[in-house]
């Protein structure tokens, strides 16, 4: 059985940083593209930032591109979603997620995620 946690949520200020942490189980970790998605109150959920199974490529939602950055640490099982410069439009609920074939390349269609965490709250004051 996959599970996703989340982690590394919080209040803060426009123009701060945050480090979310989705620590990852089921199945083996570096065989699977993993993306990030986030979705604000009344709003349906969007794509943030995607990352392939060698973390060699990365792909970002062109309102994020620039301050957000996914990384992912194989050995620990765990992606990474470091965000700079928050905005009060970056202000949701995000979520990690895994895709459902291994060796898939990365994708911004959240149909293409099988598996998904129960999300952290990320809230920018202005």
């Known amino acids: 059985q996959v599970q996703l946690v989340e982690s590394g949520g919080g209040l803060v200020q426009a123009g701060g940083s945050l480090r979310l942490s989705c620590a990852a189980s089921g199945r083996i970790f570096s065989r699977y593209a993993m993306g990030w998605f986030r979705q604000a109150p009344g709003k349906e959920r969007e794509f943030v930032a995607a990352?392939?199974?060698?973390?060699?490529?990365?792909y970002y939602a062109d309102s994020v591109k620039g301050r957000f950055t996914i990384s992912r640490d194989n050995a620990k099982n765990t992606v990474y979603l470091q965000m700079n410069s928050l905005k009060p439009e970056d202000t949701a609920v995000y979520y990690c997620?895994?895709?459902?074939?291994?060796?898939?390349?990365?994708?911004?269609?959240?149909?293409?995620?099988?598996?998904w965490g129960q999300g952290t709250q990320v809230t920018v004051s202005s």
């Open positions: 997620a895994q895709q459902g074939p291994p060796y898939g390349s990365f994708s911004q269609v959240k149909s293409e995620y099988d598996y």
């Open positions: 990352i392939s199974w060698s973390g060699g490529m990365s």
